[in-house]
């Protein structure tokens, strides 16, 4: 069956770094893509990359904060999320599909989500 697996996440301080990473099986993907949702919020976009990396956009709320990286060999995705800010507080969502877009419908395939918690 196909999955996808999220790790990395946890608990840090404002200012601080977390790698998320997310382990996908059964299938590959031409996309991926990171959403996150924080409580009575909707799903938010956060960032999505093509298969070769050559197309990769990031959401303005984390625009050069983070970076979005894929290793096809070993069928993974990650988010480097630096400078974290306490609204960055969410569950984050690795999701697979075919296109780099910011609709969460376009992606056929999701993980379980890790929780993101920034202190303040």
């Known amino acids: 069956q196909v999955q996808l697996v999220e790790s990395g996440g946890g608990l840090v301080q404002a200012g601080g770094s977390l790698r998320l990473s997310c382990a996908a099986s059964?299938?590959?993907?031409?996309?991926y893509a990171w959403f996150r949702q924080a409580p009575g919020k909707e799903r938010e976009f956060v960032a999505a990359i093509s298969w070769s990396g050559g197309r990769i956009i990031y959401a303005d709320s984390v625009k050069g904060r983070c970076t979005i990286s894929r290793d096809n060999y070993k069928n993974t995705a990650n988010l480097q999320m630096n400078s974290l800010k306490p609204e960055d507080t969410a569950v984050y969502y690795c999701?697979?599909?075919?296109?780099?877009?910011?609709?969460?419908?376009?992606?056929?395939?999701w993980g379980q989500g890790v929780q993101v918690t920034v202190s303040s």
């Open positions: 999701a697979g599909g075919s296109a780099v877009v910011v609709a969460p419908r376009s992606y056929t395939d």
């Open positions: 059964g299938r590959t993907f031409n996309s």
